[in-house]
């Protein structure tokens, strides 16, 4: 394997793990509704590449989809490290993997924010929800 390959391998590896830790803080946050729900973790993950994309699609820099991961990560005070025996995160990975390699059909119609049914962010007043999976509400950004 080239150095090229090896690097490339290694950095989705890197952010799919990235993802996994996201996708599995956010539905182990939400209060037990959506834990381990198939659907909503595969709209979490949309959601955060809808974001990232939209993010380049405006031409700013300062949000990345590293970032936008750690983020969500930091918000519900999970830490990044996860047992790969965990059942839970091993479905995460597996979701996010398949997210990054664009096998993963969008079930959020675009989304690009989300939040839990528990709360009800200021972002969210006036408008109306793309999708609903487990204990999530999915948001497209307006235009």
């Not at 834990?35 to 974001?51: H, S, T, Y």
Request: hydrophobic share 40%.
């Amino acid at each position: 394997m080239n150095a090229r390959a090896d690097f490339a391998e290694r950095e989705e590896r890197r952010l799919g793990r990235l993802l996994a830790a996201a996708i599995h803080a956010e539905c182990t946050h939400a209060a037990g509704h959506g834990k381990g729900n198939v659907r909503d973790m595969e709209a979490i993950a949309a959601a955060f590449l809808n974001r990232a994309a939209l993010e380049t699609r405006k031409g700013t820099s300062g949000v990345s989809f590293e970032t936008l991961c750690q983020e969500r990560i930091a918000l519900v005070e999970r830490p990044l490290d996860r047992q790969t025996e965990d059942p839970l995160f091993v479905a995460c990975h597996r979701i996010a993997r398949r997210a990054l390699a664009g096998v993963l059909p969008d079930p959020t119609q675009g989304a690009t924010h989300f939040h839990t049914q528990e709360t009800f962010p200021g972002w969210a007043h006036g408008r109306t929800p793309a999708a609903a999976f487990g204990n999530h509400l999915y948001y497209r950004e307006e235009t």
